[in-house]
């Protein structure tokens, strides 16, 4: 467990939404007073080379990677792509500089999309590596997660900001939640309860039909009073799957960063392990031997995975 003290982090304190460059970064003392970010135009077209016959238009695109530059843009429209990832990472490098995040260089918009400059991390993926790990170096990445996430639950609301949604005050952004039924989309809730009210009547919308004269918030949810409303709230990453954890290429394996925020936000503290197994193998080492070294079982998977089957996961 850690041992710092707890870091409020207020919604104040955040960059702008609109446009922000970060002049004091390593971009830019790394490629001289000169250096300029890529524009939107040169992303795209760049974009058509690295990735030929993508779709622009479409929310989930390959990041763009710039190798010269020590340099990755993230692009698309919301949900996939938004803001607020950037300002995660913003506050946390400035927060808690021991959680291991790319740095970030700015972000802009442009067409309705919006484009984040950050950190090429060098390294390779836990998902690529871990085959080549020996039963000794898996535990030590899991230690090591286990002390990284330990820290981020350091991180806490500003005074008088107490919520459950993304670091700007935004609604939620996990993928379970893109679904024709939260639209408009749900959050921030000001309560755990108001959460998981919200939640229960989000899977009983639209089934109003097999209940003649009844409303969704009158039709049964047997999970609902299984839902803990005392639970802690916790910043969360919302997909801690190996695919996102960076290690070192050489050994001894390190952690190096923990990449793709942009599901992260305030949660209930169960959410992040019921989420972690949610994207790994049901009957892999991952889920069952790995992710409990790192992660508390809460005992709710069983319920999360109700809630997750309900709105077509």
């Known amino acids: 467990m850690s041992t710092a003290p707890p870091f409020p982090f207020s919604t104040k304190e955040l960059p702008p939404t609109d446009q922000a460059i970060f002049f004091e970064s390593s971009f830019f003392s790394r490629n001289g007073p000169g250096a300029e970010l890529p524009t939107p135009a040169d992303i795209r077209a760049r974009s058509n080379i690295q990735d030929p016959g993508v779709r622009h238009e479409a929310s989930r695109i390959p990041p763009v990677r710039y190798e010269e530059l020590g340099l990755i843009v993230k692009f698309g429209g919301p949900p996939c792509v938004t803001v607020d990832e950037g300002q995660c ?109 919200w939640m229960s009547i989000l899977i009983r919308t639209g089934f109003e039909q097999h209940w003649p004269g009844k409303k969704p918030s009158e039709l049964p949810d047997p999970c609902r009073e299984r839902l803990p409303d005392d639970a802690p709230v916790v910043f969360t990453h919302g997909d801690l799957h190996p695919s996102n954890i960076m290690v070192s290429a050489d050994s001894p394996c390190k952690v190096v960063a923990i990449v793709d925020w942009h599901q992260s936000g305030w949660y209930p503290d169960y959410w992040e392990f019921c989420k972690a197994v949610f994207t790994a193998d049901l009957h892999g080492e991952w889920r069952n031997r790995y ?19 309900s709105l077509g996961y």
């Open 89 to 197: 990472l913003w506050a946390l490098r400035h927060a808690l500089p021991q959680v291991p995040v790319p740095e970030i260089y700015g972000w802009t918009h442009d067409g309705g999309q919006v484009f984040i400059y950050m950190e090429l991390v060098p390294g390779a993926t836990l998902e690529q590596r871990w085959d080549s790990l020996n039963e000794a170096e898996r535990e030590g990445i899991c230690e090591q997660l286990r002390t990284i996430l330990s820290e981020l639950r350091n991180v806490r609301h500003g005074p008088g900001e107490f919520f459950v949604g993304r670091i700007n005050y935004q609604p939620l952004s996990d993928i379970i939640f893109e679904t024709p039924r939260n639209d408009p989309p749900g959050g921030p809730f000001h309560s755990v309860a108001e959460f998981h009210d």
């Open 291 to 309: 992710i409990p070294l790192f992660l508390h079982d809460a005992g709710l998977v069983l319920v999360w995975d109700h809630y997750a089957g």
